[in-house]
C-alpha cells in the first residue's frame, strides 16, 4: 500500500481544505472496467466470490462465449468489406474501392483490437490495480500541496465524452437508414445471399448495427485508456514535483517550526501570480497549506532524519511512476504500432472520399464525423505522449527548486542517486520502431496527405483516359 503520507487529511496532525483535497479514491478504472466488460473485451472477469462454483463456471462461459461472438462480428464484417473491395478493383471506380477500402481498414483493426484486448485483459487488470493501491493521493505535507482530484475528474469527463462520441458517430452512419425510412443496409457490403430478403433483413441489419457499435466502443476505449493513464500519471509526477520543492519545509514541519517560520518559507515557494514559476506541474494546480489546520509541534523528530525519510518516499513514489510508464509502453507498443497504420490509411482514404466522392448530405455528415475522430485520435495519443516524455525529466527541476542543499552535505549519496535517476525518459512508441509524439502527428499527417495526392493523380489519369 501507498506511504499514508501521500493519502491527505488521513493523519489527524495534518488536516486539508476537503474542497479542495477530497477523499482518496479506490477506483480509479471503474467506468472503464465497465466498457471492457460490456463489449466482450475480458473473457475473465472477476466474479463475486459468494456465488456458488457453478454459477462462476457459467458466468465465465458466458462471457467467453460473448467475446466470441463480438470477435467474429468484426472479423466477418472485414472479410465481406475485404470481399467487397477485392470485386470493386476491376472496374476501377476509386469511390467505390477506397469506401469499401475504408471499412475493410475500420472493421480489420476494430477486430484485432478487440483480440489483442482479450489476450491483454489479465494483465491490464493487474496493471489497472497496481494503480488503484498505489498511486499517491496528495503530496508531501508541506506549505504547498497538490491534489490528484483534479486529474481523476478530467480522466472520468474524458471517458465519457469520448465514448460518446465515437459512439455518435457511428450510431448515426448505421441508423441512417431507418432515419431515411429507406429499406437499405447501413454498410454496403457483398453477401453470398440476398441481404434484403424478409427472411434475413433483419438479422443481417442488426449484425451490422451491433458491428458499428462495437466500433464505436473499441475505438473509444482504447483512446480512453491511454489518455486516462497518461493523465494519471503526470498527476503522480506533479504529486512528486511538489514533494520535492517541499522537502525542507516537510523536514520543518516535522520537526517542531514555528508558524510564523513556516508562513515565511510559504510565501517564498508559492510566490504571486507575476513572479510565480510557470508550468510548474503538468495537470493539477498548486494550493498554499493552511497552516493553522495543522499541528506542526506534536512530532519533535530530527530535521535530518525526516528530509531522509522523506526523501525515500519520493524515490519510491518516483519508482512507481517509471514502473507504471514502462508497463503503460508495454501494453500499447503494439497497439499503437497496428494504430498508427490504421489511422494513416484512414485519413488518406477519408480525405480522397470527401474530395472526390457524391454530395449526399448524409453522407457528407458521415464522412466528416469519421475524419474528426480520426484526427482527434491521433492528437491524443501523440500529444498525451509529448507530454508525458516532456515531463517525465523533470523531477531535476523541482528538487532544485526547495532548500534541500541544506541537507545535502549528509546526504550526499542519496542525493546524488535521485539526481541520475530524475533524467531518466518516458517513451511510449510504437513496436519500438519510433516514439508516439509530435514529430509522430506530422509524419502521420504527411504520410496521409502523400497518399491522398497519389490517389487523386491516379483518379486524374482514370478521368482523362475515359472517352
Known amino acids: 500500500m501507498a506511504s499514508l503520507q501521500f493519502h491527505g487529511n488521513v493523519d489527524v496532525d495534518t488536516r486539508y481544505d476537503a474542497s479542495l483535497d477530497p477523499a482518496r479514491e479506490p477506483e480509479l478504472f471503474g467506468m472503464l472496467m465497465g466498457v471492457q466488460l460490456g463489449m466482450g473485451m475480458e473473457p475473465s472477469p472477476r466474479l ?20 466470441s461472438i463480438v470477435i467474429l462480428i468484426s472479423l466477418h464484417l472485414c472479410l465481406l468489406f475485404t470481399k467487397t473491395t477485392l470485386d470493386v478493383l476491376p472496374t476501377g471506380e476509386l469511390q467505390s474501392i477506397t469506401d469499401a477500402l475504408t471499412m475493410t481498414v475500420i472493421y480489420f483493426f476494430t477486430g484485432y483490437a478487440n483480440i489483442y484486448w482479450c489476450v491483454r485483459s489479465k494483465r491490464l487488470l493487474a496493471f489497472m490495480k497496481h494503480i488503484n493501491s498505489e498511486y499517491r493521493h496528495h503530496s508531501l505535507a ?3 500541496f497538490v491534489s490528484t482530484q483534479r486529474a481523476q475528474r478530467w480522466t472520468r469527463n474524458f471517458t465519457v465524452s469520448w465514448v460518446l462520441a465515437c459512439l455518435l ?73 511538489c514533494s520535492l520543492k517541499n522537502l525542507d519545509a516537510h523536514s520543518k514541519l516535522l520537526s517542531g517550526e514555528t508558524i510564523r517560520g513556516l508562513g515565511l518559507l510559504q510565501e517564498e515557494l508559492l510566490q504571486g501570480a507575476s513572479t510565480r ?20 509541534g506534536s512530532h519533535h523528530l530530527g530535521q535530518v ?17 517509471l514502473y507504471c510508464c514502462a508497463e503503460l509502453e508495454n501494453l500499447f507498443s503494439p497497439y499503437c ?18 474530395v472526390s466522392g457524391s454530395r449526399e448530405f448524409l453522407r457528407i455528415v458521415n464522412q466528416f464525423q469519421y475524419l474528426t475522430l480520426t484526427l482527434f485520435e491521433l492528437l491524443m495519443f501523440t500529444y498525451c505522449g509529448e507530454l508525458l516524455s516532456r515531463h517525465s525529466v523533470r523531477s531535476g527541476e523541482a528538487f532544485w527548486r526547495g532548500g534541500w542543499w541544506k541537507h545535502a ?34 509524419s502521420v499527417i504527411t504520410q496521409a496527405f502523400s497518399f491522398l495526392t497519389l490517389l487523386q493523380k491516379l483518379a486524374a489519369k482514370k478521368a482523362i483516359a475515359e472517352p
Open 48 to 67: 463475486p466470490r459468494w456465488w456458488p462454483s457453478w454459477l462462476r463456471l457459467v458466468g465465465g462461459l458466458m462471457a467467453k462465449t460473448y467475446c
Open 142 to 144: 508541506g506549505v504547498t
Open 169 to 241: 458517430g457511428v450510431l448515426l452512419w448505421g441508423l441512417s437508414p431507418l432515419m431515411l425510412g429507406v429499406r437499405t443496409l447501413p454498410l454496403t457490403c457483398w453477401y453470398p445471399f440476398d441481404a434484403l430478403a424478409p427472411g434475413t433483413y433483419m438479422a443481417v441489419y442488426a449484425t451490422q448495427l451491433f458491428g458499428q457499435i462495437s466500433v464505436g466502443i473499441t475505438f473509444g476505449f482504447g483512446g480512453s485508456l491511454f489518455v486516462g493513464v497518461c493523465l494519471l500519471m503526470l498527476a503522480q509526477f506533479d504529486v512528486l514535483y
Open 277 to 296: 514559476e510557470l508550468n510548474q506541474y503538468a495537470v493539477l494546480q498548486e494550493h498554499p497549506t493552511d497552516l493553522l489546520r495543522i499541528s506542526p
Open 305 to 321: 532524519k525526516v528530509f531522509h525519510s522523506a526523501l525515500v518516499e519520493c524515490v519510491r513514489l518516483h519508482r512507481f511512476i
Open 337 to 354: 504500432l497496428v494504430k498508427s497504420m490504421q489511422i494513416t490509411l484512414q485519413l488518406c482514404l477519408l480525405m480522397f472520399v470527401g
Open 409 to 442: 552535505h549528509l546526504l550526499r549519496q542519496d542525493v546524488l542517486i535521485f539526481l541520475v535517476n530524475s533524467r531518466r525518459g518516458v517513451y511510449v512508441t510504437a513496436g519500438k520502431f519510433y516514439v508516439m509524439d509530435v514529430n509522430r502527428l506530422r
